[in-house]
């Protein structure tokens, strides 16, 4: 089958839209967790353990993700569990009032959504960027910056201006699903087959060499994938950039407001610093990656972001802390995309690379928020964070393990 460079452009953006979507939806939650810390009465631990279930619900979909998608395809995962994010947000809108249970309920059910949606969109942006032939992964992962930033600005605004938690989680919910379902229809198949290459007198054609496999053998491969050591070793590399990415997310706003003494609107404002720096390191780090190579480059940023979490941690006061969430942001942003493309490195093992490099990734997910929290209990949330300095410095010794395959071992893997 043969695609158009205009269905592959069309793509691109339902895939730029799905980054977004997944991204306003992370941020507009996270923006309102001290509110909602607030409302149930939470110490540090234990709203570490609240997390808990978003990070396990994801952790529980990413291990069959990538059999989900082979099955139903990245277009139907990921409109399928856009629907099933906006339900789970609205129980958390609706049930925060009421308890700790329907919180822990829709935040699970959202990370279940959020892990199979993951995996789809970065299997079909893996596709996309095979077809145009350039790295593009790092852009997607600046749109699902794109929408943090969109998403907590809205959530700051809503704080400010005394919004609550439940109108803005509501509209917010039913807007993601509503579009997602409409996005998605754009996305190429993704056993689309080979495709031929540009010649001046098919210049409609994006060239790219996909090959085609039966959904057997993508189900089969998602079993020996676990036991593939560059792809542990990837998986690994990525859990620390996804507890780097995670814990500013997770504890940036609370830790302001605990620490600093500022405003909660302030404490989200900070929050919205950081992924704006992680959106323009996003956007930008494609011409870095294809100057200077994936490993350079992560391993420099790697370095920023310790930079930033230093500043952030001993900085005396606000301003230090507001350069050092931006320097954190920046220096984490192209760890996991960078991941998720060396996993896609080949095109026949992508989906089951993709889904067991996101699942070791998630652990961060599942591990830091209790880590953090409660750590924050004795140290204080700010302290507590040199734990992921630490984790940072470890993945420096990794960043080996994402150099692009080179071309004899992906033809021996196509023909072995």
């Known amino acids: 089958m043969t695609i158009a460079a205009s269905e592959v452009r069309a793509a691109t953006r339902a895939v730029y839209a799905a980054f977004i979507l997944a991204g306003v939806a992370a941020a507009s939650w996270a923006s ?8 149930l009465g939470l110490t540090p631990s234990r709203l570490g353990l609240v997390l808990l279930a978003l990070a396990a619900g994801s952790i529980v979909s990413l291990l069959i993700a990538g059999q989900i998608v082979a099955r139903f395809g990245s277009s139907r995962t990921v409109a399928a569990m856009g629907v099933l994010l906006g339900v789970a947000l609205l129980s958390v809108s609706f049930g925060y009032e ?8 829709g935040l699970f059910a959202f990370g279940f959504a959020n892990g199979a949606w993951d995996v789809a969109m970065n299997v079909q942006g893996a596709i996309v960027e095979r077809r145009l032939g350039k790295a593009i992964m790092p852009r997607f992962h600046a749109g699902f910056s794109v929408g943090t ?24 919910a039913v807007l993601i699903a509503v579009v997602v379902v409409f996005s998605v229809r754009a996305f190429v198949p993704d056993d689309a087959g080979p495709v031929p290459a540009v010649t001046p007198s098919d210049p409609t054609m994006i060239a790219s060499n996909p090959p085609v496999i039966t959904k057997r053998e993508r189900l089969r491969n998602a ?13 690994v590399f990525v859990l620390a950039f996804a507890f780097t990415e995670g814990a500013g997310i997770d504890w940036i706003s609370v830790s302001m407001i605990d620490s600093y003494g500022t405003s909660a609107a302030v404490g989200t404002l900070a929050f919205a610093l950081f992924l704006s720096a992680m959106t323009a390191g996003r956007w930008f780090g494609p011409a870095l990656l294809d100057r200077y ?15 930033g979490l230093a500043l952030y941690i001993l900085g005396p006061s606000t301003p230090f802390a507001f350069a050092g969430a931006l320097l954190w942001g920046l220096g984490a942003s192209l760890g996991f995309p ?52 630490v984790l ?12 692009p ?9 196509r023909m072995g």
């Not at 079993?223 to 998986?235: C, K, M, Q, S, Y």
């Open 223 to 235: 079993v020996a994938t676990w036991r593939e050591p560059r792809t542990i070793l990837v998986g």
């Open 32 to 39: 309102r967790i001290p509110q909602v810390r607030d409302e």
């Open 98 to 105: 009421y308890g700790v249970v329907p919180v822990v309920i």
């Open 392 to 403: 940072l410095v470890v993945s420096l010794t990794l960043a080996g393990a994402v150099r």
């Open 149 to 172: 930033v969109a998403g907590a600005l809205v959530g700051a605004g809503a704080v400010a201006t005394g919004v609550s938690v439940t109108l803005h989680l509501a509209v917010t």
């Open 405 to 413: 395959l080179p071309e004899v071992v992906l033809e021996q893997e």
């Open 293 to 307: 190579g994936r490993v350079p480059v992560v391993r420099a940023l790697a370095a920023v972001s310790v930079g």
């Open 338 to 389: 960078v991941g998720m493309s060396a996993a896609a490195d080949d095109p026949a093992h992508a989906a089951s690379r993709v889904s067991v490099v996101a699942s070791i990734g998630y652990c961060a997910f599942l591990g830091g928020p209790p880590l953090i929290g409660f750590l924050g209990d004795h140290v204080t949330v700010k302290n507590a964070l040199v734990a992921v300095a």
